[in-house]
């Protein structure tokens, strides 16, 4: 299995600041690499699909980026509604595996 | 609007069945996979498994495989998991989900979650 090493497990922050989690692959998955948002009682919501296409509706202050084993989602200004837990995703190779998440508070 | 209904919560006994059901509203059936998903309290998501519609295709991850069943009923476009063997820590929220690009590994379409709670 494509183990997806997602760090840091948690991140506090303030209002309008840059924040950036990574996530590191295995071995390589190209760009078959997708970042989730969840809220608490919620499913988890796609914000960037393919490693860096930004997901219909989603502000543009998300950004993914990387390619093969490391990849990046940056939140350019942090807003209140953006506090949730973080999830990466590979589908390179099933079984599809997510990272272990990283929550994110203010 | 795309919509995937999942059948409510349910209470179950150790070593006892459940089945989960996944209604699908909104795009043609047959044009998506459908995954299973397990999260359990505090832990982040799992893949289970998929199923293409279409042609029957079943992928299970190794984990489920054995446990778990998945099918579908391309009549009433309905998405079915079944585990067998319920132990404690199969208490988790199920999700079912789909993804607009087929076959793409992306899902931007979920369930509400089913919580199955395990609990003698």
């Known amino acids: 299995d494509i183990q997806m090493t997602q760090s840091p497990s948690s991140l506090s922050a303030s209002v309008g600041d840059r924040i950036t989690i990574t996530c590191q692959a295995s071995?390589?998955?190209?760009?078959?690499f997708n970042w989730y948002q969840q809220k608490p009682g919620k499913a988890p919501k796609l914000l960037i699909r393919?490693?860096?296409n930004l997901e219909a509706g989603v502000p543009s202050r998300f950004t993914g980026s990387g390619f093969g084993t490391d990849f990046t989602l940056t939140i350019s200004s942090l807003q209140p509604e953006d506090i949730a837990t973080y999830y990466c995703?590979?589908?390179?190779?099933?079984?599809?595996?997510f990272g272990q998440g990283t929550k994110l508070e203010i | 609007e795309v919509q995937l209904v999942q059948s409510g919560p349910e209470v179950k006994k150790p070593g006892a069945p459940v089945k989960i059901s996944c209604k699908v509203s909104g795009y043609t059936f047959t044009d998506s996979q459908l995954h299973w998903v397990q999260q359990a309290p505090g832990k982040g998501p799992e893949w289970m498994g998929l199923i293409d519609p279409e042609d029957g295709q079943i992928i299970y991850a190794e984990k489920f495989l054995g446990r778990v069943t998945i099918t579908a009923d391309t009549t009433t476009e309905t998405a079915y998991m079944e585990v067998i063997r319920l132990a404690f820590d199969d208490t988790a929220v199920y999700y079912c989900?789909?993804?607009?690009?087929?076959?793409?590994?992306?899902?931007?379409?979920w369930g509400q979650g089913t919580l199955v709670t395990v609990s003698s």
């Open positions: 989900a789909a993804s607009s690009g087929g076959s793409r590994g992306f899902f931007d379409y």
């Open positions: 393919d490693a860096s």
């Open positions: 995703q590979q589908y390179g190779d099933v079984p599809f595996t």
């Open positions: 071995r390589d998955i190209g760009d078959y």
